[in-house]
């Protein structure tokens, strides 16, 4: 293609995986609406529930988010109930984070949810496409080193 041909959007990947990820997204994020959840919010909760992860540095590489929105996202489920934090063992400067009972209570009914939206879109790809696409989308991924600030 040269520098002198149109740019068509619709030959675009990039476009086309913006469309396919805001698809994702938006059935992901109308039902965790209903547990007063976002998907940052989700992701934590998976990272500290599931991966047993206790420091918000941790969890912030985990879900892939700065550790400024982190922090953020933190402080606000603090206040929903949904996680404690406690100083660290001898250094008052760390953070310790744990699931409250109704962030525990949460996962549980936030996990349906989440494996209904991959099923939407991994149903409609052959088990050898998934797994194709996973790792081409990981090699993508992979590929930039920055942090986002939402997800």
């Not at 041909?5 to 086309?16: D, V």
């Not at 001898?90 to 310790?96: A, E, N, V």
């Not at 989440?114 to 790792?135: M, Y």
Request: aromatic share 2%; glycine share 6%; hydrophobic share 35%.
């Amino acid at each position: 293609m040269t520098q002198d041909a149109p740019y068509r959007l619709h030959s675009s990947l990039g476009y086309h995986l913006s469309i396919a990820s805001r698809v994702q997204e938006r059935r992901l994020d109308d039902q965790l609406k209903t547990l007063q959840l976002t998907r940052t919010t989700w992701c934590i909760l998976l990272a500290v529930g599931n991966e047993s992860l206790t420091q918000p540095s941790d969890i912030a590489d985990f879900v892939g988010i700065d550790r400024t929105a982190t922090s953020r996202a933190l402080r606000g489920m603090e206040e929903d109930g949904l996680i404690t934090r406690a100083s660290g063992d001898g250094d008052r400067r760390t953070r310790c984070v744990m699931l409250t009972t109704k962030g525990e209570k949460t996962i549980q009914l936030a996990t349906p949810m989440a494996r209904s939206n991959a099923r939407a879109i991994a149903d409609q790809l052959a088990p050898e496409e998934r797994a194709e696409l996973l790792r081409l989308l990981g090699k993508l991924r992979t590929a930039e080193d920055i942090s986002l600030n939402t997800l």
